[in-house]
């Protein structure tokens, strides 16, 4: 296969107009007390062709072109891949989601922030199986989130925007007619409304290294955060915006000194390949540990630096918070860890409408040892939270996952997604294992005098997202 350079693999290419249309919408204020899309008098969208760049290596899209003030919206709406520009059996090495100028350069952050480009995946018979609620079936696939610029423990800033499939590794997209693969995302300009700024032209480009060889076959999981209380539920604790039901997983995380843990099973076996990644909210990251066992075998309710349990998170007693962290960073079921340390970088000046003082999320060091696991295997994701800025938000929406891209024992090229059982959990790895295998395939816990026969049936079932 043709070696390509991470940061330039759609550099040359010849960008063409599709039959594809997309909307594109631009909203040029937004607040905490207003919506952008529904409450904005600016509010303005318009239709344009999607492009695209082709090749035996690369299938690239851009939409725009969009054009941003200070602290404007942007966003281009769903538009499908899947079957006929992403087809079956396509290797994928390698994807980028980020916004660029008119040659192709990348625009960072700042001054532009990736609020979400996802390219997500869904069935027909998954939503009707019932096996997932509907806002799961919109499984990222890949994504790109704020805090995915990298600040490495040597200072550099890197871009973390580009995901690779490790070594000789590569995804195959599977073959499914009802199947369908989409992208769509939002771009926010972080500049400072008040201060006078050049406008920005930019595309969102979302684009794919695609192997002509063969490779590897890799498959891939997202550890996620439990479902809780505030999900489909409005949010005026947060956002006054939020008036409607908003089913975006959040969990609560107050402007304390706190963590929360949640733990399921490996639906599969397999053993992980180089290149984990995590997404948080930063301003209140603490620090995140990926812990091959459950809250029972950690001793997580019995730990001196906890005290008490709430819904979402546990308090921490004085120092507990550094004390809780070196505990499991010592702990021989450690898999991987992130370095809170390099959570967020400050602005030093006002160059272009950037204000001194600011925070701009990154995605510090997460580093991952060797792991081998068997299917039904624990998993344990602790997260800690401290007041990093906005002390004045009381409550924090929070989402917490790790991805990562694995071996398979069986050879397959399958993506999974394993949703944690309920927040702060105690109870033993027995007692977690008939449940969370139960709660992960959205069986009705009610049939629990039933738990056996399905366990059986469900366990040798891999789960399409």
């Given at each position: 296969?043709k070696?390509?350079?991470?940061?330039?693999f759609?550099?040359?290419?010849?960008?063409?107009?599709t039959?594809l249309?997309?909307?594109?919408?631009t909203?040029s204020?937004?607040?905490?007390?207003?919506?952008?899309w529904?409450d904005?008098?600016?509010?303005?969208?318009n239709?344009?062709?999607?492009?695209?760049?082709k090749?035996?290596?690369?299938l690239g899209?851009?939409?725009?072109?969009?054009t941003?003030?200070?602290?404007?919206?942007?966003?281009?709406?769903e538009?499908p891949?899947y079957?006929?520009?992403?087809?079956?059996?396509?290797?994928?090495?390698?994807y980028?989601?980020?916004?660029?100028d008119?040659?192709?350069?990348?625009?960072?952050?700042?001054p532009?922030?990736?609020?979400?480009?996802?390219v997500h995946?869904q069935t027909k018979r998954?939503?009707?199986?019932?096996?997932?609620?509907?806002k799961h079936?919109d499984?990222?696939?890949y994504q790109t989130?704020g805090?995915?610029l990298?600040?490495?423990?040597?200072?550099?800033?890197?871009s973390?925007?580009?995901?690779f499939?490790?070594?000789v590794?590569?995804?195959?997209i599977?073959?499914?007619p009802?199947?369908a693969?989409k992208?769509y995302?939002?771009?926010?300009?972080?500049?400072?409304?008040?201060?006078?700024?050049?406008?920005?032209?930019?595309?969102?480009?979302v684009?794919?290294l695609?192997?002509?060889?063969?490779?590897?076959?890799?498959?891939?999981?997202?550890l996620?955060?439990?479902?809780?209380?505030?999900?489909?539920?409005?949010?005026p604790?947060y956002f006054p915006?939020?008036r409607?039901?908003?089913p975006?997983?959040?969990?609560d995380v107050?402007?304390v000194?706190?963590v929360?843990?949640?733990?399921?099973?490996?639906p599969?076996?397999?053993?992980?390949l180089?290149?984990?990644w995590s997404?948080?909210h930063?301003?209140?990251d603490?620090?995140?540990?990926?812990?091959?066992?459950s809250p029972?075998?950690l001793?997580?309710?019995?730990?001196?630096?906890?005290?008490?349990?709430?819904?979402e998170?546990?308090s921490?007693?004085e120092?507990?918070?550094?004390?809780?962290?070196?505990?499991l960073?010592n702990?021989?079921?450690?898999?991987c860890?992130?370095?809170?340390?390099?959570?967020?970088v400050?602005?030093?000046?006002?160059?272009?409408g950037?204000?001194?003082?600011?925070h701009?999320?990154?995605?510090?060091?997460?580093?991952?040892?060797?792991w081998s696991?068997k299917q039904?295997?624990p998993?344990?994701?602790?997260?800690f939270h401290?007041v990093n800025?906005?002390?004045q938000?009381e409550h924090?929406?929070?989402?917490t996952f790790i991805?990562?891209y694995f071996?398979a024992?069986?050879?397959?090229?399958l993506?999974?997604?394993a949703?944690?059982d309920?927040?702060?959990?105690?109870?033993s790895a027995?007692?977690?294992?008939v449940?969370a295998?139960?709660?992960?395939?959205r069986?009705?816990i009610?049939?629990?005098?039933?738990a056996?026969l399905?366990?059986?049936?469900?366990?040798s079932?891999?789960?399409?997202f």
């Amino acid at each position: 296969m043709k070696t390509v350079e991470p940061f330039d693999f759609t550099s040359s290419c010849a960008w063409q107009p599709t039959h594809l249309d997309t909307e594109l919408c631009t909203s040029s204020f937004f607040s905490f007390t207003s919506n952008p899309w529904t409450d904005n008098e600016a509010y303005k969208c318009n239709m344009s062709k999607v492009l695209i760049c082709k090749s035996n290596n690369v299938l690239g899209f851009k939409f725009g072109p969009f054009t941003s003030k200070p602290q404007s919206w942007h966003k281009f709406s769903e538009t499908p891949l899947y079957p006929t520009l992403l087809h079956p059996g396509m290797r994928i090495r390698g994807y980028v989601g980020h916004a660029v100028d008119s040659s192709g350069k990348e625009i960072g952050f700042p001054p532009l922030h990736m609020h979400h480009i996802h390219v997500h995946k869904q069935t027909k018979r998954e939503v009707a199986s019932g096996f997932m609620f509907d806002k799961h079936a919109d499984f990222h696939l890949y994504q790109t989130h704020g805090d995915y610029l990298s600040k490495r423990h040597d200072g550099r800033a890197i871009s973390d925007y580009f995901k690779f499939v490790p070594g000789v590794f590569c995804f195959v997209i599977e073959s499914d007619p009802e199947l369908a693969i989409k992208t769509y995302g939002t771009v926010n300009d972080m500049r400072a409304k008040h201060l006078a700024a050049l406008d920005i032209a930019f595309y969102v480009e979302v684009s794919f290294l695609i192997s002509d060889v063969a490779c590897k076959p890799a498959s891939y999981i997202w550890l996620h955060n439990p479902d809780n209380s505030l999900d489909n539920q409005p949010l005026p604790i947060y956002f006054p915006m939020h008036r409607e039901p908003t089913p975006q997983n959040f969990y609560d995380v107050l402007n304390v000194t706190s963590v929360s843990w949640f733990t399921s099973l490996m639906p599969t076996a397999g053993n992980l390949l180089p290149g984990a990644w995590s997404h948080v909210h930063r301003l209140r990251d603490g620090g995140l540990f990926l812990l091959a066992s459950s809250p029972f075998e950690l001793q997580l309710c019995e730990s001196s630096n906890i005290m008490v349990r709430r819904a979402e998170y546990a308090s921490l007693r004085e120092g507990g918070l550094d004390a809780e962290r070196s505990r499991l960073l010592n702990h021989t079921a450690l898999i991987c860890n992130s370095d809170p340390k390099y959570s967020f970088v400050t602005a030093m000046g006002t160059d272009d409408g950037i204000l001194n003082g600011s925070h701009w999320d990154r995605n510090g060091d997460f580093r991952c040892k060797e792991w081998s696991f068997k299917q039904g295997d624990p998993w344990t994701i602790v997260a800690f939270h401290v007041v990093n800025w906005q002390p004045q938000l009381e409550h924090a929406p929070m989402h917490t996952f790790i991805a990562f891209y694995f071996e398979a024992k069986d050879g397959s090229s399958l993506d999974w997604v394993a949703f944690g059982d309920s927040f702060n959990s105690c109870v033993s790895a027995k007692h977690v294992d008939v449940y969370a295998v139960a709660h992960y395939f959205r069986i009705n816990i009610l049939l629990a005098c039933c738990a056996a026969l399905f366990i059986t049936s469900v366990k040798s079932q891999a789960l399409f997202f």
